[in-house]
């Protein structure tokens, strides 16, 4: 007799691809194939696309449905496609996950400087060239007196401006 052969075809598509934006890197989840083609799931394959163009795939030796796929570019939106693979080979594609953009925290603005009046300084500074991959929206404005510690978000711009006037501060500190 011969070796003992089982035969099988490539498992059904998994389905309902999501995905959640992180720094240069997005975590991926999606849903088993209902069907693994008469063999079992050994991993999956995930496609991140930039519009309607593939990026290369990025393979997963694991039969785990949640994936963190890396080496994303910051303020670019992707979709997600997943195919399920087992010993006959990768099956087809999930449907495509919402968009998502990944981000991470701008970088530190430059360049600040002020200018005191009464009870107030007048802030002016430049925006970080790094924004994260995102816009900036505002400016989270610290103090310290000397000798004392930070006061934490004396105010807050909630406006991509680069100018700030803080009020209600003490004159000669």
Same mark, same amino acid.
């Given at each position: 007799?011969?070796?003992?052969v089982t035969p099988c075809t490539v498992p059904d598509a998994p389905t309902d691809a999501s995905a959640?934006?992180?720094?240069a890197q997005a975590t991926v989840s999606?849903?088993?194939?209902?069907?693994?083609?008469?063999s079992?799931?050994?991993?999956?394959?995930?496609?991140?696309?930039?519009?309607?163009?593939?990026?290369?795939?990025?393979?997963?030796?694991?039969?785990?449905t949640t994936q963190d796929v890396t080496g994303l570019t910051n303020g670019t939106d992707y979709t997600f496609r997943v195919s399920a693979i087992n010993s006959a080979g990768a099956g087809? %594609?999930?449907?495509?996950?919402?968009?998502?953009? @990944?981000? &991470?925290?701008?970088?530190?603005?430059?360049?600040? =400087? *002020? $200018?005191?009046?009464?009870?107030h300084v007048t802030l002016t500074w430049t925006a970080p060239a790094d924004t994260g991959g995102a816009s900036i929206t505002g400016y989270r404005i610290d103090v310290q007196p000397t000798?004392?510690?930070? %006061?934490?978000?004396?105010?807050?711009?909630?406006? @991509?401006? &680069?100018?700030?006037?803080?009020?209600?501060?003490? =004159? *000669? $500190?």
């Open positions: 007799p011969s070796n003992e959640v934006g992180g720094n999606w849903t088993a194939p209902a069907a693994d083609g008469g079992p799931i050994t991993g999956y394959e995930v496609t991140p696309y930039i519009g309607a163009v593939a990026q290369t795939p990025q393979p997963f030796n694991s039969t785990a087809p %594609a999930s449907q495509a996950s919402a968009p998502v953009t @990944p981000r &991470t925290t701008p970088g530190a603005p430059t360049g600040l =400087n *002020g $200018t005191p009046g009464n009870t000798g004392g510690s930070w %006061a934490t978000s004396i105010a807050d711009t909630n406006s @991509p401006a &680069t100018s700030v006037t803080v009020n209600g501060l003490v =004159n *000669g $500190t």
